[in-house]
C-alpha cells in the first residue's frame, strides 16, 4: 500500500494536483475555473467535478497510466448511485447525500449464529434500555462459543456505526468494553441491538449543508458525568454541515471527574481536536469555514472563555489543557454558545435515551422527518395517532424528508394551537388544513418546541455574572428556526484517530460530490 500511495501521490502532483496538507488521501486541481476533487482509500478512487466531460477525461488518465489488461483492468462506475467501501451513496435527491449499508446489516443478521434467539423477541423501541451501562458483577458468564460470537458480531456492528448508522451509540462503544469479560446481561443487550437493527434496516443517513458562502460546521459536546460502573463520565457528540450527523462519536472519559462542569470540560477538551482539524480541512478544500461549538452548562463556558477568572477550588484541580479551548475562543478559531440541553444532540452519544427524546435526536442525526419503524405496535404513539380529531385509532405511516412547518403567527405560542397529550402532539382543526401541515405536527411539532424551549430559557437567568460575556440565547438554525444541536469527539488514541479522521474526510467530500452532480 505505501508503494502504491508513493505511486498514485507523484503522478497525481506530476498532472497538477496540489494534496490536501489535513488528509493526504485528497488531492484538488482547478479544471475550467472549477475544482476537481479526488479522494482514494488504496485503490479505490473517487472523483468529483461539475462538468462530466472533465470527469471522463481524469479517468482515461487513469486508466492509460496505472491499467495493465493483462493483469486487471479499471472498471469506472458512473451516475448517481455508487457503492464505496462497502457503503452505498446515493446522490438521486439534489443537494442530499443518502449513506446506507442495507445490505451489509442484512448480512450481519443472517450470519449471526444464535440469530435463533431473535426470533419471537419483542421489537424494541431503542437500540438498548436505560440501563445499558449497568453491569452486575454477579452476573454469569458466557460461554466461549456466545463470547466469540459477541465479539465478532460487536467489531461488525462497530463498522456500521461509525458510517452510517450512528443512531446505535451509545450501543455499540459500551459492549465494545466488555467483549472480553461478557456475560449474560451482556448477551441480552447484543441481541436487542440486532432486533433494532432488524426492523430499522431501512434507515438512512442523509447528508446535506447549509446554501452560503461560508460553511459553518456545528459541533455539540457533551458529558454524562459518572454513568459508568467505575463512576467515570461518557463523552458524546456530532458535528453536522446542516442536515444529518457528519461526525458522531461515543466513549468513555478516561479520568474521574468532580462534577458535571469538569464532566463537561472533559467532552469539550475531547471534542477540540476534530473541530480545528475540520476547519484546517474544509479551508485548504477552498471554503470559508466557521467552527461554532453548542454546550449546555453555563459553567463550562465561563470555565472555557475565563479560565482562572472563573476557576474555584472545586476545579482548579484539571489539568491546564481542558482549559486550552480558551486560547482557540480568543483567537477567533471557534465560537462557543449556550444551547438548551433538550436541544443538544450530543446528548443522545452520552446515555441510552428513551421515548420522544430518542426519536426527536434520532430524527436530527440521520435527518429523517418522521421514520416509523416497520412493527410500531398498535398502542404506540407515532403508530396510532389523529391530529384533526381527539382520537387515536388510525395508522399511518410516513416517511418525510423535509420538514414542513405550520402557518399562523410564530410570535405567539397560543396561535399555534398546540396541545400535547402523553407525548402525543395533538392541533387544533382550525390551524391543519393540509396533509403536510398533518405530517409536521407530528412529534411535538419543532416549532411549537422551538417556542416553548425559548421562552423557558429566557425566563431563567442563569446563576452566573451576565456580563461574563456568555451568550443565552438559542440558537436558530435558519428563518424557519429550524434547531439541530451537533457535535463530534475524537478516537482515544492516535491510530483511532486517524481512522476516525479517515471516516470523517470521506463523508465532509461527499458534499463536493453533491455539489458537482
Known amino acids: 500500500p505505501l508503494l502504491w500511495f508513493r505511486k498514485i501521490t507523484n503522478h497525481l502532483k506530476d498532472n497538477g494536483f496540489e494534496i490536501n496538507p489535513y488528509d493526504i488521501c485528497v488531492a484538488n486541481k482547478q479544471v475550467n475555473g472549477k475544482q476537481l476533487t479526488v479522494m482514494w482509500h488504496v485503490d479505490d478512487l473517487k472523483v468529483s467535478h461539475k462538468e462530466l466531460p472533465v470527469v471522463e477525461g481524469?479517468?482515461?488518465?487513469?486508466?492509460?497510466?496505472?491499467?495493465?489488461?493483462?493483469?486487471?483492468?479499471?472498471?469506472?462506475?458512473?451516475?448517481?448511485?455508487?457503492?464505496?467501501?462497502?457503503?452505498?451513496?446515493?446522490?438521486?435527491?439534489?443537494?442530499?447525500?443518502?449513506?446506507?449499508?442495507?445490505?451489509?446489516?442484512?448480512?450481519?443478521?443472517?450470519?449471526f449464529k444464535f440469530k435463533d434467539e431473535l426470533v419471537g423477541m419483542r421489537v424494541p423501541q431503542t437500540p438498548a434500555a436505560?440501563?445499558?451501562?449497568?453491569?452486575?458483577?454477579?452476573?454469569?458468564?458466557?460461554?466461549?462459543?456466545?463470547?466469540?460470537?459477541?465479539?465478532?458480531?460487536?467489531?461488525?456492528?462497530?463498522?456500521?456505526?461509525?458510517?452510517t448508522r450512528p443512531d446505535i451509540m451509545p450501543t455499540v462503544p459500551f459492549l465494545c468494553t466488555r467483549v472480553k469479560y461478557a456475560d449474560v446481561d451482556d448477551w441480552k443487550k447484543l441481541l436487542r441491538l440486532l432486533k433494532y437493527l432488524e426492523d430499522t434496516v431501512d434507515l438512512e443517513l442523509r447528508l446535506s449543508a447549509e446554501e452560503g458562502d461560508i460553511l459553518i460546521p456545528i459541533f455539540s459536546p457533551?458529558?454524562?458525568?459518572?454513568?459508568?460502573?467505575?463512576?467515570?463520565?461518557?463523552?458524546?457528540?456530532?458535528?453536522?454541515?446542516?442536515?444529518?450527523?457528519?461526525?458522531?462519536?461515543?466513549?468513555?472519559?478516561?479520568i474521574n471527574t468532580?462534577?458535571?462542569?469538569?464532566?463537561?470540560?472533559?467532552?469539550?477538551?475531547?471534542?477540540?481536536?476534530q473541530a480545528l482539524w475540520t476547519k484546517h480541512f474544509l479551508e485548504?478544500?477552498?471554503?470559508?469555514?466557521?467552527?461554532?461549538?453548542?454546550?449546555?452548562?453555563?459553567?463550562?463556558?465561563?470555565?472555557?472563555?475565563?479560565?482562572?477568572?472563573?476557576?474555584?477550588?472545586?476545579?482548579?484541580?484539571?489539568?491546564?489543557?481542558?482549559?486550552?479551548?480558551?486560547?482557540?475562543?480568543?483567537?477567533?478559531?471557534?465560537t462557543v454558545q449556550y444551547c438548551p440541553t433538550d436541544l443538544m444532540t450530543g446528548d443522545y452519544f452520552t446515555k441510552p435515551l428513551q421515548g420522544k427524546k430518542f426519536?426527536?435526536?434520532?430524527?436530527?442525526?440521520?435527518?429523517?422527518?418522521?421514520?416509523?419503524?416497520?412493527?410500531?405496535?398498535?398502542?404506540?404513539?407515532?403508530?396510532?395517532?389523529?391530529?384533526?380529531?381527539?382520537?387515536?385509532?388510525?395508522?399511518?405511516?410516513?416517511e418525510v424528508s423535509e420538514p414542513r412547518m405550520i402557518e399562523g403567527d410564530h410570535n405567539d405560542f397560543s396561535a399555534l394551537g398546540a396541545e400535547t397529550n402523553n407525548g402525543r402532539a395533538n392541533m387544533k382543526a382550525s390551524r391543519v388544513r393540509t396533509a403536510d401541515q398533518i405530517?409536521?405536527?407530528?412529534?411535538?411539532?419543532?416549532?411549537?418546541?422551538?417556542?416553548?424551549?425559548?421562552?423557558?430559557?429566557?425566563?431563567?437567568?442563569?446563576?452566573?455574572?451576565?456580563?461574563?460575556?456568555?451568550?443565552?440565547?438559542?440558537?436558530?438554525?435558519?428563518?424557519?428556526?429550524?434547531?439541530?444541536?451537533?457535535?463530534?469527539?475524537?478516537?482515544?488514541?492516535?491510530?483511532?484517530?486517524?481512522?476516525?479522521?479517515?471516516?470523517?474526510?470521506e463523508?465532509?467530500?461527499?458534499?463536493?460530490?453533491?455539489?458537482?452532480?
Not at 244 to 251: E, R
Open 222 to 254: 457533551d458529558g454524562s458525568h459518572a454513568v459508568h460502573a467505575d463512576m467515570k463520565g461518557h463523552t458524546g457528540s456530532s458535528m453536522t454541515l446542516g442536515k444529518g450527523s457528519v461526525m458522531s462519536l461515543s466513549n468513555k472519559q478516561k
Open 359 to 398: 426519536f426527536r435526536h434520532r430524527m436530527s442525526i440521520m435527518n429523517h422527518t418522521v421514520h416509523r419503524l416497520k412493527s410500531l405496535p398498535m398502542g404506540s404513539p407515532l403508530a396510532n395517532r389523529s391530529v384533526l380529531e381527539n382520537t387515536h385509532t388510525t395508522v399511518r405511516t410516513y
Open 284 to 334: 485548504a478544500q477552498g471554503y470559508q469555514c466557521e467552527i461554532t461549538v453548542y454546550q449546555d452548562n453555563t459553567s463550562a463556558i465561563l470555565l472555557e472563555k475565563n479560565h482562572q477568572e472563573s476557576q474555584s477550588r472545586r476545579t482548579r484541580h484539571l489539568n491546564i489543557r481542558y482549559f486550552r479551548i480558551k486560547h482557540y475562543i480568543h483567537d477567533g478559531s471557534i
Open 58 to 111: 481524469f479517468i482515461q488518465w487513469v486508466k492509460d497510466t496505472f491499467e495493465e489488461p493483462k493483469i486487471k483492468k479499471i472498471t469506472p462506475s458512473m451516475g448517481k448511485i455508487h457503492d464505496y467501501l462497502g457503503i452505498t451513496v446515493d446522490y438521486t435527491i439534489p443537494g442530499v447525500v443518502r449513506l446506507y449499508m442495507k445490505d451489509y446489516i442484512k448480512n450481519v443478521l443472517d450470519k
Open 507 to 517: 463523508k465532509l467530500t461527499l458534499f463536493s460530490l453533491s455539489e458537482h452532480q
Open 258 to 273: 468532580k462534577s458535571s462542569t469538569e464532566t463537561e470540560l472533559v467532552a469539550a477538551d475531547e471534542v477540540l481536536d
Open 130 to 163: 436505560d440501563h445499558l451501562y449497568t453491569v452486575n458483577p454477579q452476573a454469569d458468564k458466557l460461554s466461549d462459543d456466545k463470547r466469540e460470537e459477541l465479539h465478532t458480531v460487536v467489531a461488525k456492528v462497530l463498522f456500521l456505526c461509525k458510517r
Open 439 to 505: 405530517e409536521a405536527a407530528l412529534f411535538e411539532d419543532a416549532e411549537t418546541e422551538w417556542i416553548l424551549i425559548q421562552r423557558k430559557v429566557r425566563a431563567k437567568k442563569p446563576k452566573h455574572d451576565t456580563n461574563e460575556d456568555v451568550n443565552m440565547d438559542v440558537v436558530q438554525d435558519n428563518a424557519e428556526h429550524r434547531v439541530e444541536a451537533r457535535g463530534d469527539v475524537g478516537g482515544r488514541s492516535k491510530t483511532k484517530k486517524r481512522v476516525n479522521f479517515n471516516i470523517w474526510t
